[in-house]
């Protein structure tokens, strides 16, 4: 068994981005070499975040809708008092949906669903440049 | 170090589901042989999820009820309009709790608490065939 | 390629409790000696939870603020009547966010973001006792 490191680099739009990975964490799981173990997805930092999604436009409208439910634009953040910032809303969805993911690696491909991609969620109110660490472990 | 892949197959109830599968991940990871490492538990879809419970008939009526905080049933979707179905609800959960889980496995078994069961979550509003990935990885 | 257990305890208080876990962590990983892999920090029980946050005081209040959102404490749980506890809200949260979350290790150290910490977050309504468990593979 092995593990073989990399990173995916991204720049972001602010107040809801949605990329779709998932040709990219495919295409480093291939070039690595294994066959049969498993892939974690990372994303560093504090206001943004990884998941599986059906990709497509209408969930790039429904997800921050129910974003909204959980953690209000408008609400008074003790994170703003802290800081004088303005993402109090981006750290709490972040923390709740989390960082990462680990998906298995079968045959040297990712058992996902026919509309299921891998996405970077940006929930922070500017624009990021995000890494994403790739880290596949098996043999 | 090796790893050792297999899959549950469940058939599904619609809209809000929850299957402990806690005894057939426990019994997969015994019969793998790895006695140190951990085992990944992730669905294939994007209308379901995985995580672990207090598995009793109570939480299967205070999950949904919270699910429909976040993701309400009579909300209008933009993705109904992309498809013309009608669970945008539930693959808006799906992704919000995440596809998987990754559980260490210490001397052939799984740490769980007494109370801590892991169950397979189903989101969708129709009753589904469902595949869940298990990876077991160690020594 | 190898895998090191351990173990972190913890003490906490009820009614929403973060514990920073970023230090023990990371030295847990530095004492395995592995370079290149993943740890996976998984917490015993259905009523606490793991993931990464800008770890200040503001989010100690944002935080629940938001989970009073999904799961409000006043609501009348299902859960409560199965037991004649007090914690449905805990339960529920806690599933919503997960038990655990697998962070890669490269060059010995996690790929952490300056402003993200790793945290156990309690969520049940009295103090307990916690176990995170630590799982670190790789080579």
Known sequence: MKTVSGEIRLRTKPDFDMLD???????????????SGTVTVFVVGSTAAVSTVE???????????????IAPSGADYE?????????????????????????PVIGGKLPLGAWQQIVLMELDTKPRDRTVVLQVSGE
Chains 1, 2, 3 share one sequence.
Do not use: Y
């Open 79 to 103: 994170h703003h008092k802290t800081w004088g910032c303005d993402n109090g809303k981006s750290h709490v969805r972040a923390t709740l949906i989390g960082p990462g993911i680990t998906v």
């Open 55 to 69: 990709f497509e436009p209408g969930m790039m409208k429904d997800i921050p809708a129910s974003l909204e439910k």
């Open 21 to 35: 990975i998932t040709g990219q964490v495919s295409m480093f799981v291939a070039e690595s070499g294994i066959k």
